[in-house]
């Protein structure tokens, strides 16, 4: 099967919805059923490339996305999680993963055939990681790292960090962090990541005034993704179709700026995008 993957930075706040209450959070982002990682799905992934389309003028729309009798000419899967920044007591934030989701986009691009097109390797086996540890470029200059309320003993290994960097960013438009990658990006236990993705992600109050009195009529907790988190999603073209579907990427590599997710009106749901898998990268 050949397919084509696309980075997704956020620049601002998401909040991708639930649809629904999980907890004490009024408004949680949406989240997949078995890991509980956040995530964008793919329907309304597919929905906010079609609004951009029509909003930007772009022709064909019902043709590349499908209307209610006809199906369009590629399938997007859901926005999978791949790195989440931390907040640090012991310096900047650091772009923080796991095996569980290095594995997880390994078995992706070979979904797609682009692993095997372009021989592509990652680092699957993570030799010191444990609980409490890990793995970065160098080691910490003042002792362990803090990420929240944990402490974390750093475990060194260049070649794993640079060769997991060299491909993640291909899925960052910015140079300037790709060239930041290297140096900020930890890999901790999946076991510590799930629960930085499950209970670190920002909360925020928003608050209904009444017209006179401006007086609190209605306040609600909103779970939002922060800005700096990349996802990932993979489009798959329908059979015969792989032209017109390159001429989707060719248009998001020009224009990679995507909405998506709600309260578009106070800034949210800004994303930076970037396809990797056409020719042009290959």
């Known amino acids: 099967m050949k397919g084509y993957m696309m980075g997704m930075l956020a620049e601002t706040h998401i909040h991708p919805g639930a649809g629904q209450v999980y907890g004490v959070i009024d408004l949680p982002v949406a989240r997949e059923q078995t890991t509980d990682y956040p995530m964008i799905p793919g329907s309304g992934l597919k929905g906010a ?7 930007e003028g772009v022709k064909d729309v019902e043709y590349l996305f499908g209307k209610e009798d006809q199906a369009g000419v590629f399938g997007v899967t859901d926005a999978r999680l791949l790195l989440l920044p931390v907040r640090s007591f012991t310096g900047h934030y650091r772009w923080v ?37 890990m793995i970065t470029a160098t ?18 290994d260049r070649e794993r960090i640079e060769q997991l960097a060299a491909f993640t960013g291909l899925l960052i438009h910015h140079d300037c962090l790709k060239e930041e990658l290297p140096e900020r990006l930890s890999i901790i ?27 609190s009529k209605s306040l ?15 489009f798959i073209a329908r059979l015969g179709k792989d032209e017109d579907l390159k001429r ?35």
């Not at 390994?106 to 990681?129: K, M, Q, T, V």
């Not at 060719?250 to 396809?275: D, F, I, P, S």
């Open 97 to 133: 993963t796991c095996p569980y989701l290095i594995k997880r986009l390994y078995r992706d691009l070979h979904l797609i055939g682009y692993a095997d097109r372009n021989r592509l390797s990652l680092p699957l086996e993570f030799p010191g990681l444990s609980e409490e540890k």
């Open 189 to 215: 236990t999946d076991e510590e990541f799930a629960h930085f993705a499950r209970y670190a992600l920002p909360v925020n109050f928003r608050n209904e005034l009444e017209n006179d009195t401006k007086k």
């Open 248 to 282: 989707v990427l060719a248009y998001l590599n020009k224009n990679v700026y995507l909405q998506v997710g709600g309260n578009e009106t106070v800034g949210q749901g800004w994303m930076v995008t970037r396809v990797v898998g056409v020719d042009s990268d290959e």
């Open 49 to 55: 490339l079609r609004d951009k389309y029509k909003e």
């Open 139 to 156: 080691q910490a200059k003042d002792g362990p790292i803090f990420l929240e309320e944990f402490t974390f003993e750093v475990v060194p």
């Open 220 to 234: 609600w907790q909103e779970e939002v993704i922060p800005p700096d988190t990349l996802f990932y999603t993979l």
